[in-house]
């Protein structure tokens, strides 16, 4: 099976896609092991500071040696320039933040998931004459399940998953699934910076595992 498919196979069968970024290489590392221990098989890990190519590249070395079957994406991709560089670096798949047209030509060259931000009809349309097959809604909070029911309908070979403000609550995930989604994306939610800057491992681990079982029951 092709890379393209094991992915969009697996996003919604995990159900969250984590999603975070630390300046700190370690810090980064220890969140993907603390992932990968809850069951956590593709993360994303987001372009948003300097040190992200970097770490990018250590975490898929520590994928390769010690995690298997990790894939990872990369998101905050706004350029092609960007793209080409995390594909460069190991990255398994591609996410932005919004429709960007040029990085549908990188994803296509390295037969790669694109994952655009969308917020409007509009734009989900644009996104699947592009090709893409997983929307990622965006901010999710402000856009709320009763957005992916009134649409859904339109889009039937699209997956939806949206990120920004979900919370790890059984009526929040609950009612995002009810309304259809493949998936959610979790940040700060779950990576918290009380998790990042205490170093708070293990407790990472539980939430994760909490959240993938919310995740199994609102299904």
Same mark, same amino acid.
């Given at each position: ?17 984590? #999603?975070?970024? @630390? ?26 500071? *300097? ?12 994928? %390769?040696?010690?995690? /298997?079957?990790?894939? !990872?994406?990369?998101? +905050? =991709?706004? %350029?092609?320039?960007?793209? *080409? ?6 990255? %398994?798949? =591609?996410?932005?933040?919004? !429709? ?7 994803? @296509? ?14 734009? =989900? ?11 990622? #809604?965006?901010?999710? @909070? !402000? ?14 070979? +699209? #997956? ?7 919370? !790890?609550?059984?009526? @929040?995930?609950? /009612? ?10 979790? /940040? ?19 939430? +994760? ?11």
């Amino acid at each position: 099976m092709d890379k393209k498919a094991e992915i969009l196979k697996l996003i919604p069968e995990q159900g969250i896609l984590p #999603l975070y970024f @630390n300046k700190d290489t370690e810090v980064s590392v220890n969140i993907l092991h603390a992932l990968y221990a809850a069951g956590i098989r593709t993360v994303e890990y987001t372009n948003r500071g *300097e040190a992200a190519l970097k770490n990018f590249a250590k975490l898929r070395e520590v994928c %390769d040696k010690e995690l /298997g079957g990790m894939y !990872l994406g990369v998101g +905050t =991709i706004k %350029d092609a320039a960007s793209a *080409e560089a995390f594909v460069s670096a190991g990255a %398994d798949y =591609i996410i932005s933040p919004g !429709l960007v047209e040029e990085v549908v030509p990188v994803a @296509n060259k390295h037969n790669l998931l694109w994952v655009p931000g969308c917020m409007t009809p509009t734009e =989900i349309m644009k996104a699947e004459a592009l090709g893409a097959k997983v929307i990622k #809604l965006f901010p999710g @909070n !402000l856009l709320g399940p009763s957005f992916v029911s009134a649409i859904k309908e339109l889009f039937p070979n +699209t #997956l939806f998953m949206p990120t920004g403000g979900v919370e !790890l609550t059984k009526e @929040n995930i609950g /009612g995002w699934f009810k309304a259809g989604v493949c998936a959610v994306g979790m /940040g700060s939610k779950l990576v918290s910076k009380d998790v990042m800057e205490g170093k708070k491992y293990a407790e990472l681990t539980a939430a +994760t595992k909490e959240a993938i079982a919310i995740v199994n029951a609102s299904r």
